[in-house]
């Protein structure tokens, strides 16, 4: 079977940024996925489809087919007040390069990196660490199935590798 919409693939792959590794899968714990409903980048999956099982591949996903360019928006200045806990700020935390777990408005979990630490402000960019950025995958196809109404319905896999109810 081929991986097309609505099937669940699982493949093994290296991920590569600039000649970096970024991060790396293999066959003990490979990534499942449904296709066609938007759980993976755009560039990724459509490189994947019409592959099978036991196919290798090499595939190059340009910044807007990935997780598109930086936005200039997302780097805001934070009053430090924003990061008191229980009424004490946290200095050791507010290190240029740390990486600071928040919420948006509606508690959603955003990553944001310190650029700047400045007396009453902390400058941070919210942006995809992988924004902006070309993105060099290679594995393995190790398995393609139908995926069943009910994971089409529910939009993500069941079993192994994927959701439990």
């Known amino acids: 079977m ?15 940024v600039d000649g970096d590794l970024v991060e790396k899968t293999d066959q003990s ?4 996925f449904l296709v066609g409903v938007g759980m993976m980048i755009p560039g990724f999956e459509q490189q994947l489809l019409g592959k099978q099982a036991g196919d290798t591949y090499t595939i190059t996903v340009q910044p807007e087919e990935g997780y598109g ?12 007040d924003v990061f ?9 935390m507010l290190v240029e390069g740390n990486i600071i777990p ?5 508690g959603n979990p955003l990553q944001g990196v310190i650029l700047e630490v400045k007396e009453d402000t902390v400058k941070l960019d919210f942006n995809h660490m992988l924004a902006g950025k070309t993105l060099n995958f290679s594995g393995e196809v190790l398995e393609v199935r139908k ?15 994927g959701h439990h109810h």
């Open 2 to 16: 081929k991986i097309d919409k609505h099937t669940v693939a699982s493949v093994t792959y290296t991920l590569e």
């Open 29 to 32: 714990n490979p990534l499942t």
């Open 69 to 80: 360019d930086p936005d200039p928006q997302a780097i805001v200045d934070l009053p430090k």
């Open 84 to 92: 008191k806990i229980e009424g004490e700020l946290q200095e050791d």
């Open 102 to 106: 928040m919420q948006d408005q509606n």
């Open 147 to 161: 995926a069943t109404q009910e994971e089409i319905s529910h939009g993500h896999v069941h079993g192994p590798g």
